[in-house]
């Protein structure tokens, strides 16, 4: 079965995406089922911006979390995963306010130019997504802990309590990606071509 979603949709429950988010987010997000926490990490609270040309993903799954910033507030998110992933056109932004001095951007970007940047064990906390997006195989409304074409629970920091909703499938393209995201984890993550710039002032990939 392939699916297959068109035009700039905004999935914040179904989201499907898997990009570093490196300077301002931690790496764990949480697992919420039936209201109750499954457990707890904490994060920065700093958002990410992040667009992507094309998104190859092998072995998806997705599930919905709650995350808890530094502060302790609470931030409801899509924990999208992938086993293996390419990526070209990458790239993410983060704009911080410094006191007394303004806004300060740190731009990444990489897989451009014929590279490719590629992740394994891949994690990513959203609450927005605009993309084109192709699914192969694709099983929506399973049980989180029935899941099975991602990446191994075990094999990573995240849990979620059995019974919780999630989806999954066997493959995954996405096309024209924008995305705002909170955290990220990876098993291992290569990033071919990369260029960091700091700059005063606001300088966002979209």
Known sequence: MESVARGGTRWKRFAVVMVPSV??????????????????FSISGQQAKVSVDRLDGEGFVQYGTVNTTHDGKTIPVAVSAFKDADLRGLCQSVVVPVPLF??????????NNGKVVKAKNLYIDLDQLDADATFTNI?????????????????????HAPGSFAQEADKAVLT????????????TFELSGLS???AKGKNECF
């Open 176 to 187: 024209d990606v924008k995305q705002t995201s909170w955290a990220t984890s990876a098993g």
């Open 102 to 111: 303004g806004d300060v951007s740190l731009k990444l970007t990489a897989g």
């Open 196 to 198: 960091m710039k700091v």
């Open 139 to 159: 099983n929506i409304g399973v049980a989180a802990g029935a899941a099975s074409k991602g990446p191994k629970v075990e094999e990573t920091v995240r849990k």
């Open 23 to 40: 300077a301002a987010t931690a790496a764990v997000g949480v697992a919420l089922a039936q209201g109750a926490l499954a457990a707890s």
